[in-house]
């Protein structure tokens, strides 16, 4: 599912208001004698400090602080029409509003949908009538079309975009159309041609232990030195999970083998801060004469998977 996502300093910035603003808020309470709504607030501020310091953590899902946020806006305002009726059920659209910028497009129906019990168990609900029942949904629906929006477009895009979306690599339709018109083109001019199928067995353990932040780090200095260490015309595209094939075109097997070490040099003196020094397997496969390309294809699957079970 297409997520919507923000800049991180946005999303920081956005925290430490919210904090700052409950923190005034909480001395204005106090300040004012307001000592029964005091324990909510304090409560809350130590909430949004949670969060603040969850989104500035490394190695976390980002949806964990967004919820604790959105926990407090509901809290507060629950807490605000429970103890004044007479405040404006204006207010109500706020937490909604946030919940469809922060979570997911599913997620926030469901929880827009679910608060209608709780809206009508306040001490205002026995005011509330269909009118507002109406409002209340048309307001849901319409911040629903932005995001429907904008999960189509990213679908759209997504369907149309060759590379992989996590890096600067093809994924893996474009990858397989690419390699039969490089191993045709070869088969036609009768030119030599080269795989080199390269494994990242770090990566899966970078993304449990340390986040996706460091999967995006991995795979950002995969294609970095790859391309860095390759010619303009050859292909790099994701195969799998963890598996990369790099298409050499006109390319002998000596010349791969040099390829496979300069690139087991270049890669080996990367250090990441998480993960450490980049581990990386890379095997050359080249296609026999007459090979149909399909059994190519299985062949390069074949070395890929054998590149994985190695210990």
Not at 175 to 203: D, G, K, T
Not at 236 to 264: H, I, N, Y
Request: net charge neutral.
């Amino acid at each position: 599912m297409t997520q919507h996502r923000f800049s991180g300093r946005l999303m920081t910035l956005a925290y430490c208001l919210s904090l700052l603003l409950i923190a005034v808020y909480t001395l204005w309470l106090y300040a004012m004698g307001e000592y029964q709504q005091l324990l909510l607030t304090a409560f809350v501020m130590l909430i949004m400090l949670a969060t603040l310091l969850l989104h500035l953590g490394q190695g976390l899902q980002a949806y964990s602080p967004r919820v604790l946020a959105l926990g407090c806006t509901f809290l507060l305002v629950i807490f605000a029409l429970h103890q004044r009726p007479e405040t404006s059920i204006l207010w109500v659209g706020l937490p909604i509003t946030a919940t469809f910028l922060l979570l997911p497009l599913w997620a926030a129906f469901i929880i827009s949908l679910g608060m209608i019990p709780v809206w009508y168990w306040l001490p205002l609900g026995s005011q509330l009538g269909w009118d507002t029942a109406w409002g209340y949904l048309t307001l849901v629906l319409l911040l629903a079309l932005p995001r429907g929006e904008h999960v189509r477009r990213r679908a759209l895009l997504r369907a149309t975009d060759p590379n992989d979306s996590e890096c600067d690599a093809y994924h893996i339709d474009t990858l397989n159309e690419r390699l039969r018109s490089e191993y045709q083109r070869a088969a036609m001019l009768n030119q030599q041609l080269a795989v080199l199928v390269i494994h990242l067995p770090q990566l899966d353990m970078a993304g449990e232990q340390f986040g996706n932040r460091a999967r995006l780090a991995l795979l950002e200095a995969l294609c970095t030195d790859v391309y860095g260490g390759c010619r303009e015309h050859d292909i790099l595209g994701r195969a799998g999970p963890t598996t990369f094939w790099l298409v050499l075109p006109d390319t002998s097997e000596s010349g791969a083998l040099l390829v496979r070490e300069r690139l087991q040099r270049s890669l080996s003196q990367r250090v990441l801060v998480e993960t450490g020094q980049l581990e990386v397997r890379i095997a050359a496969c080249l296609p026999s004469r007459q090979e149909l390309f399909a059994r190519y294809l299985k062949r390069l699957q074949a070395r890929a998977d054998a590149l994985t079970e190695l210990i």
